[in-house]
């Protein structure tokens, strides 16, 4: 292994993650670079000085916090819920926009249906060859 690979594998080293070969392998290379060896003493240091650090402790309302935000994503409301908090006026203006919508669509497809031509035209052909704006 060249110096790049063992520098990518000391922290799996140091912590004894690494299989019994590789762990030989970077043990030897070790002993002979002293560049990867110096690296390997300042991460151990660093592993050491960071296990020496206090347990850290959460905020006591940590627990209760997470859970209630946790809870309250868990059940979001769904549509009845949606529908009960809006106000008369609200309803009003959902249904009187579906009910356009619904109107527009009725409109748009009984005027396609008669604008079919009987002869086996296609639909498009013909709105193309009147020149009324519709293109496809």
């Known amino acids: 292994m060249n110096c790049q690979e063992i520098k990518s594998r000391l ?3 140091l912590d004894e993650e690494l299989p019994a070969a590789e762990a030989k392998e970077v043990c030897r290379h070790l002993e002979t670079c002293l560049a990867c060896k110096l690296q390997a003493e300042a991460l ?5 000085a960071l296990d ?8 006591p309302t940590f627990y ?3 859970l209630r935000a946790y809870r309250k994503r868990l059940t979001a409301p769904g549509f009845a819920e ?8 609200m ?3 959902v249904c009187g926009a579906t009910l356009a919508g619904l109107l527009c669509g ?6 396609l249906v008669t604008a079919a031509p ?9 709105l193309y060859a009147t020149n009324e704006g519709f293109y496809p």
């Open 11 to 13: 922290d799996a080293y």
């Open 44 to 48: 151990q240091q660093m592993a050491t």
């Open 52 to 59: 020496r650090l206090p347990p850290l402790a959460a905020p």
């Open 64 to 66: 209760q916090n997470t």
């Open 82 to 89: 949606w529908w009960q908090n809006l106000t008369i006026v």
């Open 91 to 93: 309803r009003s203006a």
């Open 106 to 111: 009725a409109v748009m497809a009984t005027s």
């Open 118 to 126: 009987q002869d086996g035209v296609g639909l498009y052909q013909t």
